[in-house]
């Protein structure tokens, strides 16, 4: 047993580290959303700053789009071309994606300089890359509103994972203690 626990430990380590990470970032994140009251139709804030900044990028094609808080749910209706297109909730904000890519990067570790700056620059490019997507599925959708289901199942949630997954390449070949080890051999 001892051997196979050392013969596996820079897995279990990794494992150990993402899974701690992770439920802790979660446990965060959930707290701060028991603050708003869905029952009373509230939204989290960093939701409503995306719904923000989505507006003001869409604002670059149509001046007359707006936003609004929705009558009978915890979201926000985006109004495009005087159209009622989609809402943001709070699974569109990308602080799930962005918890997600922390937990990845801690877990395998690097330099904690360069590990804080990647972390940093890498959810602030999540976010902006995620107002881009939402705005672009906008305009999409109100395009072509007759795929609605594979636009926002299928291609702009693809967009970004596949920027989280893009960036944990980059990571991990990078600037984790992994590559480092890789690049001596």
Known sequence: MKNLLQQYKPFLLFLGKFLLTYLLLTIIYQSYLSRFDASKNEVDSFSQLVANQTKSVLTLFDTETYIESHPTEP????????????????????????????????????????????????????????????????????????????????????????????????????????????TKK
């Open 75 to 182: 979201s926000i209706k985006i109004i495009y071309k005087g159209q009622y297109i989609s809402r943001i909730i709070e699974g569109c904000n990308a602080l799930s994606v962005i918890i997600l890519f922390i937990s990845f990067v801690i877990a395998f570790t690097g330099k904690w300089k360069k590990t804080l700056l990647f972390i940093l620059l890498g959810s602030v490019l999540i976010h902006v890359l995620n107002i881009a997507r939402i705005a672009l599925l906008c305009i999409a959708l109100y395009s072509f509103p007759e795929y609605e289901h594979i636009l926002h199942g299928v291609v702009f949630p693809l967009v970004i994972y596949g920027i989280v997954f893009l960036l944990w390449v980059i990571w991990v070949n990078k600037f984790s203690l992994h590559a480092t080890v890789a």
